[in-house]
């Protein structure tokens, strides 16, 4: 589907929270790395979609009302067998009807398993003052426990790019820990100069996150997304 036959779903639908199937295919369509990621509507097509992917593969609620879909009990990782993929889609609809009985269901996406990486995120919110403005920071518990994520307004330089991944006080395990491999830097810098791109083309965005992107020592995929559009307009 074309960008604008994606968003006009969305409002059509009364929506500004974009799937994270639909903010995928968004940032695919901007150049964006993205995990292969399809919507599967049973699950015989769930199976099917995880044949022709390869396994293991991961299953997640596809749902504009489920921001937070792992809280939701949506999210199944490492799914190795048609068999344990058939229980993860069963499991993830039982769960999440019972938790979220309002809930607006489109299905269960089906992705590829990313092989394990540094887990960074990249955001935009839009500041009242500056307009939108980018957030790096590296994923789990350091971000939501110790806040460490850098800030630049959009547009970025490539000096700004650099200087945001640079001064996070997690930065050296991005240069390679305890036998971890040393991630791509100036593929993250290019990541980032395209959110930013991506950002000032499509102003009817009003936040983004990826969250988490999967960086390794060749390039970096984003394996969750969520877009939100502005309330009017578009
Ligand atoms: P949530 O809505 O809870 O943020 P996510 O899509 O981010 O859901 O999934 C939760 C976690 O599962 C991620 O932070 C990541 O660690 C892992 N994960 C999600 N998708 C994949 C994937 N395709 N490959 C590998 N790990 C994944
Ligand atoms: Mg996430």
């Known amino acids: 589907m074309a960008k604008h036959q994606i968003i006009d779903k969305a409002r059509g639908e009364g929506r500004t929270v974009m ?9 695919r369509q901007a150049g964006i ?43 199944k990782l490492g799914l ?15 769960t999440v009807r ?5 809930a607006m269901i489109q299905g269960v996406s089906v992705q590829k398993m990313a092989r394990p990486g540094v887990e960074v995120i990249i955001g935009m919110s839009k500041d009242a003052q500056f307009g939108p403005v980018l957030m790096f920071g590296l994923g789990g518990i350091l971000v939501e426990v110790l806040k460490d994520v ?3 307004i ?27 491999e040393p991630v791509d830097v100036s593929n993250l810098e290019e990541l980032l100069l395209k959110v930013s791109d991506f950002v000032e083309q499509n102003p ?4 983004l996150d990826l969250n988490p992107i999967f960086a390794y020592s060749d390039g970096a995929v984003a394996v969750d997304a969520r877009l ?4 009017v307009g578009g």
């Not at 799937?19 to 995928?24: F, N, V």
């Not at 344990?84 to 069963?90: F, I, N, R, T």
């Open 80 to 94: 190795k067998t048609t068999k344990q993929v058939g229980k993860a889609y069963d499991d993830i609809l039982l």
């Open 33 to 75: 790395r993205v995990i292969d990621t399809r919507l599967a509507l049973s699950k015989e097509e769930a199976s099917s979609i995880s044949k022709q992917f390869g396994f293991p593969v991961v299953l997640k609620i596809a749902s504009p009302d489920i921001v937070h879909k792992s809280d939701a009990g949506g999210v």
């Open 204 to 207: 009817e965005v009003k936040e």
């Open 154 to 180: 959009v547009p970025l330089t490539k000096r700004d790019a650099g200087e945001m991944i640079r001064e996070i006080k997690g930065y050296p395990l991005l240069e390679g820990y305890r036998g971890q």
């Open 19 to 27: 799937t994270e199937i639909e903010s995928k295919e968004l940032l």
């Open 98 to 102: 019972q938790r979220h009985p309002q």
């Open 228 to 231: 939100i559009l502005e309330d």
């Open 150 to 152: 850098s800030f630049r």
